[in-house]
């Protein structure tokens, strides 16, 4: 029974903080990859960030500086740190582990 459960989403002001994590049970994150990606309503899903096994990190150029994806082995838990915010980082939020699960997303609004 793989679960990736996030949580942390919420409405924020432009440049405020939030941190999302994704709890997973059923696999063991340390040996995947794992990726944040987010949707706005009427696009893509786009790639956000990446953690990959051995601890490099990847980002997408629209956060690069912003955000920060890291790992909790212990806890088996993956976080994204959302520094600065945006009102264009307002989407649905979902972490996926490179065996092929999804989370079911956790809403981020960024507004005034």
């Known amino acids: 029974q793989v679960q990736l459960v996030e949580s942390g989403g919420g409405l924020v002001q432009p440049g405020g903080s939030l941190r999302l994590s994704c709890a997973a049970s059923?696999?063991?994150?340390?040996?995947?990859?794992m990726s944040w990606y987010r949707q706005a309503p009427g696009n893509q899903r786009e790639l956000v960030a990446t953690?990959?096994?051995?601890?490099?990190?990847h980002y997408a150029d629209s956060v690069k500086g912003r955000f920060t994806i890291s790992r909790d082995n212990e806890k088996n838990t993956v976080y994204l740190q959302m520094n600065s915010l945006k009102p264009e980082d307002t989407a649905v939020y979902y972490c996926?582990?490179?065996?092929?699960?999804w989370g079911q997303g956790t809403q981020v609004t960024v507004s005034s």
């Open positions: 953690i990959t096994s051995g601890g490099y990190t």
């Open positions: 059923g696999i063991i994150l340390s040996r995947n990859a």
């Open positions: 996926y582990s490179f065996e092929r699960y």
